[in-house]
Every structure is written in C-alpha cells, then in structure tokens.
C-alpha cells in the first residue's frame, strides 16, 4: 500500500523545521508558509481566522499531496502590517480561544461527575434504559430494514406517515 506509517503524521523527521517560510515573488506583501505534520483541520482553522482580519487581503491554503502530511499556507496583507505578525495574532488568539473552551469543558465535566456510588449507580440504571429504549439496530422489527425503513416497497399501513411513492 502506498500510504504512510501513521506515525508520520505527527512525527517530525531530524532536520526538518515546522514551518518553511518563502516570500512569493508574484504578490506583493506576501508569504507562503509550508507547515509540516499538519492537516485540513489546523489549515482550515488558521485561514478562517485570518481572513476574519481587516488587514489581510487574501489567505488560502492547499495541501499538495493527499499521501504528505503538509499543508501551504498563503497569506497577503496590506502594507499597515507583515503576514508573519498577523500569523501571530491568529495563532495566539486561536490558542486563547481553545484554552478557554478547554477550561470550560473541564469545568463542566467535574460539576457533574458522580459525586458518590448512588450518583454512578443511578447514571448506569439510565444509560440502561435509554439504551434498551432505542434498541439499536440489532433489536429492530424484523420488518424493518437495517435503517429503520418499511423492508417492502409497498410501505406499511400501521404508519400514519408513511407514503407511498411509485417509480
């Protein structure tokens, strides 16, 4: 298979810098950042963020291989500022923004863990129910097919909203 280990994905070979910067020749006020180890889910972040910025005229990324975990980053501002400064402020603010909602989360989670073995006893006997209620696939009607719907073409009468509809 042609795919790469999946420690490549994060694993940053010896030598190899995270992030390349390049001036584009074509663009005034101009970079292209190459940044390795990174995929669709930080690129996407980042230029979302940066586009959200007055002073950025253009922003857009690609990946150049979908087998290479790198990710190009091209970013134009106006001549108030440099892309590398706003580079900066974008990964600063996202960095604020995900700890925030981190400590949030955190939060939440400790309010309302089990407080003793009743509270854990009590959340097992409803994930009980709620599970034995929906069934799952595995417990559905033998009339019913694997997603819920009527097996035969002709719909079932029992339904009140089903319809038949005729190819």
């Known amino acids: 298979m042609n795919a790469p280990e999946r420690f490549e994905m994060f694993l940053l070979p010896e030598g190899a810098r995270k992030i390349e910067i390049t001036k584009d020749p074509k663009m005034p006020n101009c970079l292209l950042f190459r940044i ?11 230029r979302y963020r940066l586009l959200s910025h007055p002073q950025v005229l253009f922003c857009a990324y690609r990946s150049p291989h979908p087998l290479e975990y790198l990710i190009e980053l091209k970013v134009q501002t106006t001549s108030r500022t440099t892309p590398i400064d706003v580079m900066k402020e974008a990964i600063q603010s ?6 925030n909602i981190r400590s949030v989360f955190e ?10 073995a009743g509270d854990a006893a009590m959340r097992a006997q409803q994930r009980a129910v709620a599970a034995s209620s929906f069934g799952g696939f595995g417990a559905m009607e033998p009339a019913m097919s694997e997603f819920g719907a009527a097996s035969d073409i002709g719909g ?4 009140p909203d089903d319809v038949d509809i005729d190819f």
């Open 36 to 46: 390795q180890r990174e995929d669709h889910t930080v690129a996407n972040v980042l």
């Open 94 to 99: 996202l960095m604020l923004e995900y700890g």
């Open 107 to 116: 939060n939440d989670l400790a309010r309302v863990a089990p407080s003793s």
């Open 156 to 159: 079932r009468s029992d339904r």
